[in-house]
Structure formats: C-alpha cells, structure tokens
C-alpha cells in the first residue's frame, strides 16, 4: 500500500502544482492582454484627438478655440491632463490646462525635439515629465503642425496621466507583491503599478529583452527588482511602440498549493510511520514468538497500542475504507464507510461475509442490478465502479487486490462533483435561454434516427423556422423583450409537437423539429407546419404589449433527400430561404433547383467581393441644383459596377446582396474614400453627398473611418454631406446620434434620405440634427396626380421651413414637375431633368454644359 499511495501523494502533489502555474499563466495572460488593450485605446484616443484637433486648428488658424473646441467635441477624457499646441519657435501658444503664468519655453523638451526631426506625420511618445504649464507628471504625446505652405509650424501635444495607464490593474488579483510595468521600446518606465519607480526612469532587463528575441508575447521568471521570484507576462503592442509587463509572486502563485501540502503530506507521513510500525512490532512478535510469556504479553500490549492508532488514523480519513479476506469476510471497516452506506456497528463486525453486509445495506432501500448473487460478485472483482445510492448520492469504489487474495477498497462520495459534471454536460447540449436541444444535441438525435430509419426503413421530415419580423422586435422593444418572445414561442412549439419530435434551436430565432414515424411523411410535415404558422401567427403578450410576428418554414426529407444531419440541415434551409423570398409566413418544401439558385447567389456575392478588391466599383454623380435658378449646388455619389463580362450593373441589383452578404462595409468605405478623393475636383460651392448604411452606422468606429477618409483626402469636411435612412433612426441607439453630433461638430452636413415614405420620419427631425431632408420620388412622381402625394409633400416642406432644414425634391424628371415642387416651396431638385448619373470627367460635363429634359 505504501508505494501506491506515496505515487498518488506525489503525482496528485505535482497535478497541484502545475494546476496552479497554469491557472497564474491564464491569469497573467489574460491581465496583461487587458491591460495593453486599455492602454493602447488611451493613446489611439488621445491620437484621434490630436488628429481632430490639428485638422480644426489648420483649416481656421486665427479663430480657432482650443478650449472651447475641446469642451464641445469632447476631447478631454478621464486619462488626458491637457491639450497644447507649441509654436514652431518652442513657445506655449495655447492650452486646455489652467495655466496664467509669464509665456513659457518648451523648446528644449524631448517631445518638442524630437517632432521638430521627424520628416513623416507620425504619432510619437514621449518619457513622462513634470508639465510646466499642468504641474502634473505625464506621459507627452505629439504630432506635427504644418504651416499653409508645408513647412514645420510647431507641435500640437496630448498629456496623459501615468496612473490612468494601470488603473485598468487596480481591480486585478496580482497580489500583495505583484507589479505592472509600461516601458516604451527604450526600456523608460511610463507607467507602473506595485514598484517604486519615478515616471521617466530606465529599468533595462536582459531577460525581457532576450524573450522579445523568441517572440512578442509570452512569460519569463525573473527575480530582479527586490529579489522576489515573479511569474512575469510580458506583450510587445504590434501597432505602438510600447511594451506591456505584470508580475505575480511565486508565493502568491503556489499559496494554495503548499497550504493543501502540509496537511496531506503530515497525514501521509503518519500513516506511513503507522504501517511501518505495526509491521515492526509484528515481526518482532514473530521472532521473539518462543520467549517468555512476560515477553509476549508485553509485545500484544504493544501491538494493541499500535492497532488503537491504526484504528484511530482510518476512522479520520475523509474516504470510506474497508478490507475482505480471500472469503470475501471483513476484516475492518472505518466510520466513514458504515455512515455512507448507513450500515450498523453490529452490521460490520469483522469476520461478516460481504452478502450479508449488501443485503443490510439493500435493507435500507438501495436496489440491487442483477440480484445480490450479481451486486456480491461486482463487489468483490472489480478494481473501478461508480454506485448511485437511492438518496442521489454517487460513490466511486476502488478496489485493489492483495497478495493473500483479499482486497481493500476505498469508497469516495462524489456526489458534488457528479452533479457539476452533470450539469456542464446538460448546458453543452441544451440552449441556456429556451431549455431546448442546441446544434450539438440536435446533431446527435439526428444521427440516432437517420440510423434507426436506415434499420426499420422508415423515414422522417427536418422543418427549419424562422421568426419572421423578429429583428423588429429586438430594435423597436429591446433584446430583453426578444428573448421573452423565444421562450414564448419555445413553449407553443413545445405543446405542437410529439414527444417522440425533436426539437431544437439552431441560434438566434432559428428553430429545427424532426418528425418521424408518420404514414405519409409529406403530408404529416405540411400538416405540421400549417400549425406551427398558425400558433405563431397569435399576437404574443409582451411585458403588457402585443407583438404580431410570422414564421417561415423550409422542409427536407429523409433518406429521399439525404440521411446526414449537416446535408438535411443544409437543404431545410434553402427551402426556407425560399419561403423567405416568396413572402414570408409559408412553407416551402426543399427541390433540387434550389441548389443552383443558392449557388448561383454565392457566386455572385463571390464576385462582389473580388469587384470592391480588385477596383471594378466607380463612382457616378448625379447633380442636385437650385430651384431658382438651376444653379449646380452640390451632387450625390452613386455606385456602379463595372462587370468584366456583363458591363454596368445598376447598385439595385448588388446593394440588397451586399446588405444581406455584410459586404454592404467594405463597399461603404470603398465609396466614402473615393467620393472624399473626387470631392476636390469639384468647384467649392458643390457639396458631395454620400449614403451612409444602417451596417455602417452599427459599427463602433464609422466616426474614426470618415475622420481617416478627411485626412487622407484633405478634403474640408463642410465639403461633404452624409445621407441617412430612417433603417438608421429605428434602432435608437444612443450612439448613432452621438455620432451624428459628432460629425456635425467637424462641419459635415447630415441629410435624412427617403423623406416621406417611413412611418415616423417626422418625428425624427425633432430628435436628430438634420440639415437637410430628400422628398422621396415616389412622393414627386404622384405630386401632380395623388392628392395625398401632394398633401404629405405640403406638410413635410411646411415642416422643414419651421425647422429651417433645407429640402430637396428627389426624381424630378419632367418640367411639370419641376415647376409643381418649385411652387410648393422645395429648396433644391434633383432627377433625370438635370442630368444622369455619369463618371467624374463626364459630370463635369454636363455642369458646363447642362440640359432640359421634358421626359426620360
């Protein structure tokens, strides 16, 4: 027994161990990643804001207002001492800090110097100092100012606060003795966080260095600072030039597992020391066997002695513990293992055969497989078994055989551990919201039937749901009241299917039902999904609101149509997308064609993608002018696509593709870039107007991207307008009217597109800072003929007028038209009359030579 338990002591021991050291390393990861992606967003934001500023500053140098510019765009953030701009000379010229001393010198600073030398318009960091105009220690950040003609004129700077750099740590379990460090590549010390250190200090380390060598991230012992051996996790930033590092003490690393030591090993210890004596003193019994009686009676004394602390050592271990002859007879038992199995003192006296030990445990309820003939021999042959007692509790007993043909066996209660193991296994089968069958379950289920249909030759149906208008739910009511919805149609699904059905939720509100063991197959499943389109098609009752969704289904069968889940699942959801394109709230039945339909579409988006890669997009410009006179007053980018074999293709027959692909990004920014570019061949008083998606809009950095485009085009941002739709507005987030504010404040114009036709686009103006609103087309082309056309028109310009928002009446194609919205009171017009969308060179064309068109 000795050599088997000092092997698990020691391999549990450095189990332990390692344990620790990776759970330190998952945390140290996981903190100094945390920590660089914090820091980094502080210096890209105070890199935004220098950015922003410099831009504001160079286009109107004499009445620009560092303070009152950086209090209104809202510059100044929680980690940002101050803003400066030093002139080229090395003099303060202005800051956002409260300073009102005699002008002050900053030439002689590194950051200064180092600006002043650099010959591109990088970002650049600097060693912290003590701020002469702030009074505060600070990390200094700067970029080039440049004079009319491109000359150096001076250095615009952003002060961070060193401690704003860790603050991300304070909450982070490092340690009474662990430590974070933020060095620059010149091994300065910008920031730290459980050291004594000065901002600006060199603290150079050989083995961070010779780790770099190996690679940009990655751990390293090191004992250096104070002679505390630390675990230390370092990241080297791949887009700053900055080098992220925290410590956790070995103590504090293996803190839990040498507390768990001592005891384990003095328990060990003494047990080992136990065995070992009772052994002495039983060999000495035998050869001093022939000696006095005086002797041997005062060996049995001794080895009494030895057996009350043999007894007493196994009657304190945390496992039920007994031992059987070669008869199966017990020879001792401990008390934890008569209290598990409830079992009476009189019950395991040595010397009780193992069935009747079993039949006065199965007397307290527990059942027996196989019968107690079955349970005895299971019992005594087998090394490994688990044993789930009638109260639920589950015991694992290991059995180990000995040299004279008996056994011992411990009996660990692993109740608790059971039930998490049980738990984790229902949760990576089930969704956490609905309770239902998830992707990994449902996969399995399927292969189950596909097999027992493969044997029986029978046959089964997969129905794929989709919610209709449940995306509507979500952006007018909330995602709290989108996942009530699930579990509500969770539940009228639940009560319309068989208990021998499947049913699953793929993901999101994707749902999946197999129906098996009908007489006819089809139409058991067409009868299924008329139900299910019907319950569904109930209002719900949503927190005291009624909500009306649909659902759409796609059918495929089995074995006609495939027997894999992945093939089934693939062919359910072409005939869905089928009952989606035929107007929602049917059922669609999976045929062959669809599979070229689906693959003709991929092809098409496969060649989209290849289209805004490879430059096959262009711009076209259609004018808008004044009502007045027809004065050109600005144009509106739209897209095309250049097909090497089709020729132009029109963006109503690509756009929805790239809305639905998420390709609509990529060919968004594409078109801001090149419309920014092409602006500045257009006369100053021409506004460029481009559509800004809802995609767009819903991405967190849409701000960032125009403000990029703005640099690298050089294009005054009063150049520009940006149309949205009312898809936009009906999310009411938060941070799309920030955003609007935002790019409003840089001097772009906002211009609400599709005026007239949304239920609630009035209401939005009173919310969202327009300048402009576009009258619809289909409003213009039924002016003259729809009364009601005429009234929405008249109402919406009424409107605009009290707001003092510029209109433009789009799709003006005719004379009367034109004429019919000029008398209404529209400020601009734009259509066919006044040109056709065409290429830059041809736009400008047409605006020197411009047309009158009666129709088109």
Known sequence: MLPVTWGVFLYATASDKNASLRQAQARAETTVQVFQENTERIFLDIDHTLLMSRLAFETDRDHFDLKHWAASASLISGGTIQIALIGADGYLLTTTARYEGPRLFLGDREHFIKVAQLEDDSFYIAKPVLGRA???????????????????????????????????LDMAELGPQGNAVLRNANDVILAARGISSVPGQIATSQQLHDALQRSDKGFYWNNAIDGVNRLVAYRKSQILPLIFAIGISEDQIYAGYRANLLPRGSALVALTIILVFAAGLDLRRRQRLEQAHAELAQVTRRLTRANEQFDAAVSNMPNGL?????????????????????????????????????????????????????????????????????????????????????????????????????RVAYLAEHDLLTGLANRSLLARKMEEIAKRSQRQGTSFSVLMLDLDRFKQVNDTLGHSAGDQLLVQVTDRLTRSVRDTDVLARQGGDEFVIVQENEKDQH????????????????????????????????????????TSSEELLKKADLALYQAKASGRNVAREFRADMIAAAEAQKLVESELRRAISEGQLELHYQPVVTVNDRHLAGVEALVRWRHPSRGLILPDQFIPLAESSGLIVPLGDWVLRRAFKDAAHWPTGVKVAVNVSARQFSADDLFDRIMGCLVESGVSPNRIELEVTETVLLEKRPEHLRTIRQLKNLGISIALDDFGIGFSSANYLAQFPFDKIKIDKSLTHGAIRSRESAAVIASALALARGLGIVTTAEGVETEEQFAWMRDAGANLAQGHLFGEPAPLQRADDQRTAPRRRTAV
């Open 322 to 422: 007994c031992m059987f002859d070669a008869q199966s007879r017990l020879m001792f038992s401990n008390r934890e293992f008569r209290e598990m199995y409830r079992l009476r003192d009189d019950q395991v006296i040595p010397g009780t055969p193992l069935a009747k030990i079993l039949q006065a445990h199965l007397a307290n309820g527990e059942n027996a497989e196989g019968g107690i003939e079955g349970f005895t021999e299971a019992i005594a042959t087998q090394a490994l078994q688990t044993h789930v007692l009638a109260d639920g509790r589950t015991v694992v007993i290991r059995r180990k055989r000995l040299a004279d043909g008996g056994w011992v066996a411990t009996h660990e209660d692993i109740s608790d551990r059971a039930r998490n193991e049980n």
């Open 134 to 168: 702030s009074g505060k220690w600070s990390i200094q950040t700067a970029r080039k100012l440049r004079n009319k003609d491109g000359s150096f004129g001076g250095i615009i700077v952003g002060s961070i606060d060193p401690d704003a750099i860790g603050r991300s």
């Open 523 to 562: 139409d058991g499943a067409l009868q299924l999904a008329r139900r299910i389109i019907g319950i569904i098609g109930a209002p719900f009752d949503i927190a005291g609101q009624q909500v009306n969704v649909g659902t759409s289904i796609g059918i495929a069968y089995a074995p006609e149509q495939g």
